[in-house]
């Protein structure tokens, strides 16, 4: 059994700041890729922004230059420090590991979802 255990999110006002956390637990050999996706009231799910376990980044454009993703392998956690925000990214943020690698194969995982709620 593998989990994905989000934190982080809550109310901030516009121009402020949050920082998610998602740590991944159970019998894990390795991680793929990690990353964010948001799901705003009535709209489709959508990524946020990704990171592979060597590092590379990519993020959507609406959130480029606000948003930084990074991981630490060790400790299967993946965090989403977002800065500037701004109403229109109030949305259920969820995590999402693509390839969790056990010793009996590979499965992707999602987390339960984080409300962030910015208000103007």
């Known amino acids: 059994q593998v989990q994905l255990v989000e934190s982080g999110g809550g109310l901030v006002q516009a121009g402020g700041s949050l920082r998610l956390s998602c740590a991944a637990s159970?019998?894990?050999?390795?991680?793929?890729?990690m990353g964010w996706y948001r799901q705003a009231p009535g709209k489709q799910r959508e990524l946020v922004a990704s990171?592979?376990?060597?590092?590379?980044?990519n993020y959507a454009d609406s959130v480029k230059g606000r948003f930084t993703i990074s991981r630490d392998n060790a400790k299967y956690t993946v965090y989403l420090q977002m800065n500037s925000l701004k109403p229109e990214d109030t949305a259920v943020y969820y995590c999402?590991?693509?390839?969790?690698?056990?010793?009996?194969?590979?499965?992707?995982?999602w987390g339960q979802g984080t409300l962030v709620t910015v208000s103007s």
């Open positions: 159970g019998s894990i050999f390795a991680i793929n890729t």
């Open positions: 999402n590991a693509d390839r969790v690698f056990l010793f009996s194969g590979y499965l992707e995982v």
């Open positions: 990171i592979t376990s060597g590092g590379s980044t």
